[in-house]
């Protein structure tokens, strides 16, 4: 089971470059029509009484990390690793999840506990397919959410509708723009995770909002929506530099 693991990873791989919702749905189906047996295999294993997940928890993330041991470039390295995350959060980790077992969460957690301690510098998390679905709508305003709700301010809060709304009107309507949301979705996660870690998060989430997110709900305001682009661009590059070291 850990070799089929492994190859299920790689050719998530494959599906990080065209990570969306509509495209989603179909991968998620095709991976579980493709690995059925694996599945199928791993819930026979995994309703047993006692299991062993050891192998089972380690395997794809030792496989992961020799990989990115060979790749030269410390950035390269990074965005390799981001790419990496995604896999695993995105596909693997929930299709897991989504096992019909007592011992599926476990397993589950174990491979991210795993991951995380190879992978200290982005840690992930081990989300299910619907929360992945769920997660859709709000992924280009993921940092400015965080900051929201460290401010007390509700999901349907003005300033994320607005932001959402700049998203789908002027962002997703360009296909550069819409290249630059889709690496957004790679990093935003990972730099709220490693905000959350710091015990002066609330004091940094109100320093974004005062130099980054407040200006950008005021240039969309005035229509200068150029504007907000890149200020909004400069704020994901500090950001990166900051917690991600890219």
């Given at each position: 089971m850990e070799e089929k693991l492994i190859e299920l990873y790689e050719e998530t791989q494959l599906l990080t470059k065209d990570f969306r919702k509509k495209t989603y749905v179909e991968n998620i189906a095709k991976l579980k029509e493709k690995y059925a047996e694996?599945?199928?295999?791993?819930?026979?294993?995994?309703?047993?009484?006692?299991?062993?997940?050891?192998?089972?928890?380690?395997?794809?993330?030792?496989?992961?990390?020799?990989?990115?041991?060979?790749?030269?470039?410390?950035?390269?390295?990074?965005?390799e690793c981001l790419d990496y995350n995604i896999a695993?959060?995105?596909?693997v980790l929930p299709l897991i999840r989504d096992i019909k077992s007592v011992h599926a969460n476990e397993l589950a957690q174990k491979m991210a506990d795993t991951w995380n301690q190879m992978f200290p510098e982005t840690q992930i998390g081990c989300p299910t397919i619907e929360e992945i679905m769920n997660g859709f709508?709000?992924?280009?305003?993921?940092?400015?959410?965080?900051?929201?709700q460290s401010l007390n301010k509700p999901d349907d809060c003005y300033e994320l509708e607005l932001l959402r709304e700049y998203r789908d009107?002027?962002?997703m309507c360009d296909e550069r723009r819409r290249l630059?949301?889709?690496?957004?979705?790679?990093?935003?996660?990972?730099?709220?995770?490693?905000?959350?870690?710091?015990?002066?998060?609330?004091?940094?989430?109100?320093?974004?909002w005062e130099k980054y997110l407040y200006p950008c709900v005021q240039?969309?305001?005035?229509?200068?929506?150029?504007?907000?682009?890149?200020?909004?661009?400069?704020?994901?590059?500090?950001?990166?530099?900051?917690?991600?070291?890219?």
């Open positions: 694996l599945l199928e295999e791993l819930r026979i294993y995994l309703n047993q009484d006692e299991v062993l997940l050891d192998g089972l928890g380690s395997c794809v993330a030792k496989h992961a990390f020799q990989k990115a041991e060979r790749i030269s470039g410390k950035r390269n390295r990074k965005m695993m959060v995105s596909y709508r709000s992924s280009f305003c993921f940092v400015t959410t965080a900051v929201c009107d002027y962002m630059a949301v889709q690496e957004y979705y790679k990093v935003a996660p990972m730099i709220v995770g490693q905000i959350n870690r710091r015990e002066s998060a609330a004091e940094i989430y109100q320093s974004i240039l969309i305001e005035e229509k200068r929506l150029e504007d907000c682009e890149k200020c909004y661009t400069d704020m994901v590059r500090e950001l990166e530099a900051e917690y991600l070291h890219i």
